[in-house]
Every structure is written in C-alpha cells, then in structure tokens.
C-alpha cells in the first residue's frame, strides 16, 4: 500500500519526528519530545523509529538480490 510497509504507529511516529525536526541537525526536539506528545515511552519511540526506518528501507531500496 502507500504506507511503504509501515504500520499505523510507526508511520504516526516517523512523520511527527520528521514535522518536530528530529532528524535536523541539530536536532530540534528529542525523542522524550516526540513520546510525550505520542503518549508512549521514550524507549517505545525509538524502537518505533528504528522499525520504521528498517521497514522503509527495506521497501524502497533494497532489492531482491
């Protein structure tokens, strides 16, 4: 589907870190930031985030080889 593999929770998560600037250097907000407003640990998001990006890749760059 359009979502790339992502679940709803990830995709969620990934679009509010990029919106909050998690991912400018300097970042521009934190990953406590992003759980406060998610209503999930901190740990949750980064786990969310590390999925999301894994299940990203892995539909839209790597190739069957």
Known sequence: GPWYGLTEPQ????TLAVQR?????????????????LGISDQAVT????????????????TGE
């Open 11 to 14: 995709r969620e998560s990934i």
């Open 21 to 37: 600037g998690y991912y400018d250097i300097p970042r521009a907000c934190t990953t406590q930031e992003l759980a406060d407003e």
């Open 47 to 62: 786990e969310r985030l590390r999925r999301a990006i894994v299940t990203l890749v892995t539909h839209t760059l790597v």
